[in-house]
């Protein structure tokens, strides 16, 4: 059975920061990464990070979001800089195995509001 589990969630300030981070078993992965889902809105990338450790940003958070990891021990994290209200959404951890099949944790709250 394939297990994303994510931890770190928080209420922050605008201008907080957070670092989530996501340890994964069940499966071997090709590249782990981190969206997101606001209310009302769709599913959207906020980054990833391949097996060789070539990591891909979202335009909104470049700059602001940095995404490490190590993807032989199924880890992922993403440290949060600068948090705007609307980074305010639920963040999943994402892991697409060495059979391109994708996995999902069950998320995390993050809320940026003073």
């Known amino acids: 059975q394939v297990q994303l589990v994510e931890s770190g969630g928080d209420l922050v300030q605008p201008g907080g920061s957070l670092r989530l981070s996501c340890v994964a078993s069940?499966?071997?992965?090709?590249?782990m990464g981190w969206y997101r889902q606001a209310p009302g809105k769709q599913r959207e990338l906020v980054a990833t990070?391949?097996?060789?450790?070539?990591?891909k940003y979202s335009d909104f958070v470049k700059g602001r979001f940095t995404i490490s990891g190590d993807i032989a021990k199924n880890m992922v994290e993403l440290q949060m800089e600068s948090l705007k209200p609307e980074d305010t959404a639920v963040y999943y951890c994402?892991?697409?195995?060495?059979?391109?099949?994708?996995?999902w944790g069950q998320g995390t709250q993050v809320t940026v509001s003073s």
């Open positions: 069940g499966s071997t992965f090709r590249s």
């Open positions: 994402n892991g697409e195995s060495i059979w391109f099949k994708e996995f």
């Open positions: 990070i391949s097996s060789r450790g070539l990591t």
